[in-house]
């Protein structure tokens, strides 16, 4: 897979990557240069992220330390609430360490920046993220680092048809094949149980119940079982993962659901302790490279260029897609999980 | 077991003790004591304060035990874990303990084997174990299931691992190597005239076992039954994977739970960790009212090294049931793992066309991160056991020999931490290590300081077992003939707990080498373990990774275990070459 993944972005550097490189990057060139230099002198670079699987964001890792050299970068990739833990721990020890969040949670950055913990940064290039996603704060203490879909995934071997809505996966057909993470440890679960609730109540919650859902932990685990062949068709499932199977060769695909892929946004913010806030802000500018958009497109992940096409020629205005606003999303949260516990278990 | 009860107490020997050179004594009770303030009772302080804080104010408050007795579903997950870590004991503790006596006492077939293979499931972090009897008995697609539906021709599975005896049983087979290699040490040391005793008068060998053997070696079946019941309270891969399905919460699922939560509750996880602690302090004061009045002397001054037992036909039915955890814990789950780790895709099954080491050359070759981390894990944990067992063994010392006053506190403030979750210590950890004296953040100090205070338990029981073994007299002659104190230490006593001090640190080594949450909030990327990157690819979804790196983390671990074992069976055999003479005497 990770031969796969290199080739894929030999690939798509070798096609985008001269045009793009002459004719976009040189604008901010001699910027970007005065913070190499600065970031050069800080040395070292701790990325604490989450939003990414190990693989893709050591790859935009390696990619950062291959442009800008005499940076060592320190990644840590834990979950996303193990992070953000992380990260408060230090600010209540008095202990910063941390240079770039990359969580999926807008909680994070909403309690973050309300606590005076966040640099207010605007990275070059964020003109370039689809226009629904740019300005997310209006103090630029935080910007859209990841896009993560959650879809339905399904065993392509032994599944003709699969459903290809939310509401078409309680067919009484799927009885026993159905598998689905827990929102009570997944953000990314939790997120698909606010939204199945806002559109279909929890008329949806007891409908699913009466299927006898295998509830794993985490959404990868619907990949898990799908492979595994415990079942068949994956709900509140990870998208880009689901793919990056797929592409391995395993008997696994997508389907975005007609009545709403579920968005949600992971984010990106420098604190404002951080020990080399130069090599950050690098590094918060690179994340809008096309060069890392290309390497989320060949681990199928949504790019954040809309000049940069995701895999597959899929596309955001191609989907239907929510969002859950993250007004009361606290709340909402708190409430799914325990109507998911009366209801499923 | 009144045979065993000798008149004098070992307190005399302290008293003895303390009217020579106070200032070694001192100097290293000082030390000691300094220590276990700094390792352990300043963690532990730190959550007991955080547990009287608000999450979201920080103002000091006793609602996180108003909600723990009040609020919906805080209950329940304790009775669960209750549930599991019992069971999990007294299966660990069945199995376990005719394990080690099969192993250490008889003529079974193939002892050394079973020895290898029974540290190879302790070996196994338990979340691995686990992953790899999903893909054995998961009630659809399980590997087992599918074979007996293919031979039963029904639709129902024989396994379903999802569920809570599931749960126990790959609990219970990852924790007998805790009660195996305790009572396995204890046996190894026993002297053997009372068994000689017995067989003369006419006892059978299982009645010899039962009415002389065992009860000698109480004091350790009693601490592989606690450490047991721990690990069953504290596990949290296990019921993580494998309770989920059915929506049955334990403690450290639900301490998950808070810290899933937004904003996280690390405080009430620190107030749910409290019952823990009473319910630890009870086991141990129930050790100490079956155990306090009696001593267990096993080498005193006329001790000779055991023989084995002729078990004569019975030796293959001992085979057949010490094959148990071999079997279950390390041979199906790992032959699983392996296929997967060899596996292109493997969710297309195994077959030639999907066959690759691509995995291993990754995960040794090209991958920085493993190649790291296994060394990461392999210096910590040495580091970790070797001083764990130092401080261990010397807080035992103090305690078992009552050199100072207030050794009951001393050795309830030592058995704090492993009670508590992992997930809960690492916070504690981090408010103690962080802050001055000990600013010890981002480095390797801070993570083998935290395995020492975490395991220090292990040490500690372990050393007191052995120490209750050692008949105070052999001490009490060497300071009769005018040996120093430590003299006394380092020339009798240590020397008497040698064998017994190796596998006091594998004890530790190897936990430390499969622990997964203590070290969560203290790694940084050039400080991070084995475990926390095979979580993190299980995380991520990459089973042919994790399959690979916890098979390397297996054989790794092993080599490191065989040659702590051959040097132990050296030592052992030194000793009884030195011991012998003098018994001739």
């Known amino acids: 897979m990770v031969e796969f993944t290199r080739r894929r972005f030999l690939q798509a550097s070798g096609i985008a990557g001269a045009g793009l490189a002459a004719g976009l990057i040189r604008p901010s060139f001699a910027a970007n240069e005065s913070l190499h230099a600065a970031a050069q002198k800080e040395g070292a670079l701790n990325l604490y992220w989450g939003s990414y699987e190990q693989r893709t964001i050591e790859a935009i890792r390696d990619a950062f330390t291959r442009r800008y050299p005499g940076i060592k970068v320190n990644l840590l990739r834990q979950a996303s609430q193990t992070i953000y833990t992380r990260l408060r721990l230090e600010l209540q020890n008095n202990a910063p360490n941390c240079d770039s969040l990359g969580s999926t949670n807008i909680l994070h950055y909403l309690e973050l920046k309300k606590i005076g913990a966040l640099m207010p940064y605007k990275p070059a290039g964020t003109e370039f ?65 606010v939204a199945i609730r806002k559109k ?82 690098l590094f918060s500018d690179f994340l809008y490279d096309p060069e890392v958009s290309q390497i989320l497109a060949a681990n199928f992940w949504p790019t954040l260029r809309t000049d940069v096409p995701w895999a597959e020629g899929r596309s955001l205005s191609q989907l239907t897609w929510y969002r859950n606003p993250p007004e009361d999303l606290a709340a909402e949260v708190a409430e799914g999980i325990a109507k998911w516990k009366d209801i499923i278990g | 077991m009144g045979v065993f009860a000798i008149g004098t107490s070992s307190a005399t020997v302290g008293a003895e003790i303390r009217r020579h050179r106070p200032w070694v004594r001192w100097t290293v009770v000082t030390v000691v004591l300094a220590a276990l303030f700094l390792l352990v009772a300043q963690p532990v302080g730190w959550i007991l304060f955080n547990s009287v804080h608000d999450d979201a104010t920080q103002q000091w408050t006793l609602n996180n035990y108003v909600r723990l007795v009040t609020a919906k579903g805080m209950i329940q997950p304790i009775i669960n874990s209750i549930i599991l870590a019992f069971s999990t004991a007294a299966i660990s503790t069945l199995l376990g303990v005719p394990l080690a006596w099969l192993v250490s006492r008889t003529n079974m077939p193939g002892r050394g084997l079973i020895r290898m293979l029974t540290l190879g499931a302790f070996v196994t972090p338990s979340f691995i174990g686990a992953l790899g009897w999903i893909l054995l008995a998961a009630p659809n697609a399980g590997w087992l299931n599918t074979l007996y539906r293919q031979i039963s021709g029904g639709d129902l599975p024989l396994f379903n691992i999802y569920s809570m005896s599931g749960a126990i049983f790959v609990c219970a087979i990852y924790t007998v190597p805790y009660t195996f290699t305790i009572v396995a040490s204890a046996l190894d040391e026993m002297a053997v005239e009372l068994e000689d005793a017995a067989t003369t008068l006419g006892a059978s060998v299982l009645r010899t076992m039962f009415s002389v053997t065992i009860p000698m070696v109480m004091p350790s079946v009693i601490v592989g039954f606690i450490l047991s019941f721990i690990q069953g309270m504290t596990l949290f891969g296990v019921p993580a994977f494998l309770l989920t399905p059915s929506g049955t919460s334990v403690v450290t699922t639900k301490l998950a739970e808070f810290y899933q939560l937004f904003p996280p509750e690390l405080y009430m996880a620190a107030a749910y960790c409290m019952p823990l602690l009473l319910l630890t302090g009870g086991l141990f004061w129930v050790r100490k009212k079956m155990l306090g009045r009696r001593r267990f002397v096993m080498i005193g001054g006329k001790s000779r090294a055991g023989r084995s037992i002729n078990l004569k036909g019975w030796r293959w039915a001992g085979l057949l049931f010490a094959l148990i955890v071999p079997v279950t814990a390390v041979i199906l789950p790992y032959f699983a793992l392996i296929v997967v780790s060899l596996s292109k895709a493997w969710g297309q099954g195994p077959s030639l066309s999907n066959l690759t080491f691509h995995w291993y050359r990754w995960a040794i070759l090209e991958n920085a991160e493993t190649q790291a981390a296994i060394i990461n894990s392999l210096a910590y944990a040495a580091i970790g056991a070797s001083l764990c067992v130092l401080l261990g063994t010397l807080i035992a010392y103090i305690v078992e020999r009552r050199l100072v006053a207030g050794t009951t506190i001393i050795a309830a403030l030592t058995n704090l931490p492993i009670i508590i979750p992992g997930i809960v210590l690492s916070v504690g950890f981090f408010a103690a290590y962080t802050q001055p004296p000990l600013s010890l953040y981002g480095t390797s100090a801070i993570i083998i300081a935290a395995f020492v205070a975490t395991f220090l338990p292990i040490a500690y029981s372990h050393g007191g077992a052995m120490l209750k073994g050692i008949s105070p007299d052999l001490e009490r002659v060497a300071r009769i003939l005018g040996a120093s104190e430590s003299k006394t230490f380092t020339s009798i006593t240590a020397p008497l707990m040698r064998s017994g001090l190796i596998s006091g640190w594998l004890l530790v080594f190897i936990p430390v080498m499969r622990e997964l949450s203590v070290a969560v909030f203290l790694i940084t990327p050039s400080t991070n373990v084995m475990t926390t990157l095979i979580y993190n690819y299980k995380d991520g979804g990459n089973y042919e990774a994790v399959a690979a790196a916890s098979v390397l983390l297996l054989v790794v671990t092993m080599v490191v275990v065989a040659i702590a074992q051959m040097l132990s069976v050296k030592l052992a055999k030194h000793k009884r070459a030195s011991v012998e003479p003098g018994v001739a005497q």
Do not use: C, M
């Open chain 1, 200 to 281: 279909y109540g929890d008329h949806y919650l007891q409908e699913l119940a009466k299927l006898n859902p295998k509830v794993g932990q985490s959404n990868v685990d619907t990949v898990t079982d799908i492979l595994s062949g415990e079942r068949l068709v994956g709900l509140g499932a990870p998208f880009s993962y689901s793919l990056t199977q797929k592409a391995a060769g395993n008997p696994i695909n997508v389907v975005t659901p007609t009545d709403g892929t579920i968005l949600n946004l992971g984010l990106s913010a420098i604190p404002l302790k951080a020990p080399h806030p130069n090599a950050a802000k």
């Open chain 1, 129 to 193: 993220l689809p226009q629904e996603f740019q300005g997310l704060d209006k103090d630029d203490t935080f910007q859209v680092g990841a896009i993560s879909l959650t879809s339905l995934n399904f065993q392509s071997d032994k599944v003709t048809s699969a459903p290809t809505s939310w509401e078409a996966a309680l067919d009484a057909q799927w009885a026993n094949k159905l598998t689905v993470g827990s929102p009570s440890f997944s953000g990314d679960v939790a997120s698909w149980v």
